[in-house]
């Protein structure tokens, strides 16, 4: 029986018989895995504080042979959500775990992808505004996917889109940026949604700093509805679905 020693990103977990829990984690080397963490739910576990969803934590975990299910030796936290600086950061915690969740394949190993956690994370830890933050994270997500849109120039003429009127238009079947001259049906008016360039100049930041960056930069508001509005469009056609969490944030907001 292989034991594992390495950094994870704790995910999700549930309950399992009187005293276990389930923990899924995403590795930083060996992709997503779904383990057993013995008397998880009895007070003094040696787990204590380090299975709360967007957990950086080390681990140590057998592999068995033709099971799906690991076994958690120990999980110690190295940075955790709790230690949030901004009230409204706790809410989106689960958001962010539960899109991770959902992007990464059982045992592929993604890196990257556990680096945009784990700085995420960091951001949560530092006060980095959770707006932003949030915006941040859907993005780099979706870049890392390959299926971020390319916001630099128009998708079919290639004028430049850069911050400043009249900014850009989200294709609402292509999902593609496109200018103003080249949105919507020929004959008709620009269709799609609107992107300001005060929100191209936001992803051209998003593309060059990590998430500590972003700790003195205020989102305008109007932006940030922009973003989340691109976001949630891209999100629901490459997940093919709505997250549960997302409707909670929505609902949260009202
Ligand atoms: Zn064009």
């Known amino acids: 029986m292989p034991l594992y020693t390495t950094e994870a990103l704790v995910l999700r977990t549930y309950k399992l018989g009187e ?13 997503k895995k779904r383990g057993v963490a013995n008397g998880a739910r009895r007070p003094r576990s040696r787990f204590a504080g380090a299975l709360e969803p967007m957990t950086h934590v080390g681990v140590s975990y057998y592999e068995r042979e033709q099971r799906d299910l690991v076994r958690l030796s120990y999980a110690e936290a190295q940075c955790s959500p709790l230690m949030a600086v901004q009230p409204d950061a706790l809410t989106h915690v689960g958001y962010f775990a539960e899109l991770i969740d959902e992007w990464a394949p059982e045992g592929d190993p993604n890196e990257r992808l556990f680096r945009l956690g784990t700085a995420t994370l960091e951001g949560i830890a530092t006060g980095v505004p959770t707006a932003a933050l949030a915006r941040y994270f859907e993005y780099w997500l979706l870049r890392l996917q390959g299926v971020y849109p390319p916001h630099i120039g128009c998708h079919r003429c290639g004028t430049a889109l850069d911050g400043g009127d009249p900014g850009a238009w989200l294709d609402q079947v292509a999902h593609v940026f496109t200018c103003r001259g080249c949105a919507g049906a020929a004959g008709e008016g620009p269709g799609g ?9 936001a992803l051209g930041l998003f593309g060059r700093v990590p998430p500590q ?8 508001p109007g932006v940030e509805r922009e973003l989340e509005a691109v976001h949630r ?14 409707r909670v944030l929505r609902e949260l907001g009202r």
């Open 19 to 31: 005293a276990d829990r389930i923990v899924v984690f995403l590795t930083k080397d060996r992709g």
């Open 233 to 246: 469009t891209l999100l629901r056609v490459h997940l093919e679905k709505d997250l549960r969490s997302a």
């Open 213 to 220: 960056g972003l700790a003195d930069w205020r989102l305008p």
């Open 193 to 201: 949604v609107r992107v300001s360039g005060a929100a191209l100049d």
